[in-house]
């Protein structure tokens, strides 16, 4: 079973930072935070991961709490194009599992 | 990190028939590769952890004589749909990594291969 909870669905205004929630109460302390979103019909799309401190790349930011039982991913300036299912995975030791995600729809 | 693709993209087959998808780890090795089955408005369901030279170790309820997993190198990874029914059909995709995840690898996938039964 997914090891993570995220809200089923939100949206979010072109241009404006889409923050995604994701809550990992359980997580242990060796395992990492991973974010990936798909697009329909394509492979998962790797964004950004981290273990416990904020991480930032050139698609995103990862803020993790200081307990580390959740955790938020920020858009900065969402698109049309970030209209996806996003999913928040907590891997441990070659298991990979998938939630239900958030479908984040951005709009004009 | 590896870059993963799948072959074929999409494959329509016969009822009864066997199918097999492709996937490779185009610049890294990948010692554990993960095949993963998703229905459509579903979530991906993990299938079965490939182990390159090892048995793959399956999902509960998933039948390993029907989904045949071989990993026989670190950059190749195949499953076989056996004997595959109109149910079989769905979106299969597969991921790659090196290492573990205890060791904050990026783990990447790849484009999925839709599989249609007729």
Redesign the interface.
Known sequence: DAKTTQPPSMDCAEGRAANLPCNHSTISG???V?W?R?IH??????II?G?KNNETNEMASLIITEDRKSSTLILPHATLRDTAVY?CIV???????????TRLTVKP | ?AV?S?HPSWVICKSGTSVKIECRSLDSQAT?M?W?RQFPKQ????MA?S?EGSKATYEQGVEKDKFLINHASLTLSTLTVTSAHPEDSS?Y?C?A?QG???S?N???????S?LTVV
Not at chain 1, 41 to 46: F, L
Not at chain 1, 91 to 101: L, W
Not at chain 2, 106 to 112: C, L, P, R, S, V
């Open positions: 060796n395992e990492y991973y990936y798909q019909s394509q492979g998962p799309q790797y991961h273990l999913y891997a441990n030791n070659n298991d990979m599992r998938f939630g239900a995600g | 990190g993963v799948q554990t993960f993963y979530s991906l369901m993990l952890t182990n979106f995709i991921s990594q573990s995840f205890s904050g990026t783990i990447y996938f790849g484009e999925g839709w």
